[in-house]
């Protein structure tokens, strides 16, 4: 079982930017399709980006052209840069396989102010 641990997160305001990072604690995600997701107060978490092993990334339509997934395979690092961030990206923030199957971490929570 694979372990995560997300950072990154915090209160920035609307137009912002911040970068979100995710340890693996096994090198196996590096033949793993990793995605990061997010879950809003009284919403179903859901998968806003994924990264293929080979770097083919696919996003949620609500972050398309604002978020940028990217691994690190050599560090086991699965990273989102966020910009021009809008409140309704308020949400805690988690990475795992594509389809969540592993052990969910603590998460990053990530806050924008209008």
């Known amino acids: 079982q694979v372990q995560f641990v997300e950072s990154g997160g915090g209160l920035v305001q609307a137009g912002g930017s911040l970068r979100l990072s995710c340890v693996a604690s096994?090198?196996?995600?590096?033949?793993?399709?990793m995605g990061w997701f997010r879950q809003a107060p009284g919403k179903q978490r859901e998968l806003v980006a994924s990264?293929?092993?080979?770097?083919?990334?696919n996003y949620a339509d609500s972050v398309k052209g604002r978020f940028t997934i990217s691994r690190d395979n050599a560090e086991n690092t699965i990273n989102l840069q966020m910009n021009t961030l809008k409140p309704e990206d308020t949400a805690i923030y988690y990475c795992?396989?594509?389809?969540?199957?592993?052990?969910w971490g603590q998460g990053t929570q990530v806050t924008v102010s209008s």
């Open positions: 990264v293929t092993p080979r770097g083919v990334t």
């Open positions: 096994g090198s196996i995600i590096r033949f793993i399709e």
């Open positions: 795992n396989r594509r389809t969540g199957a592993w052990d």
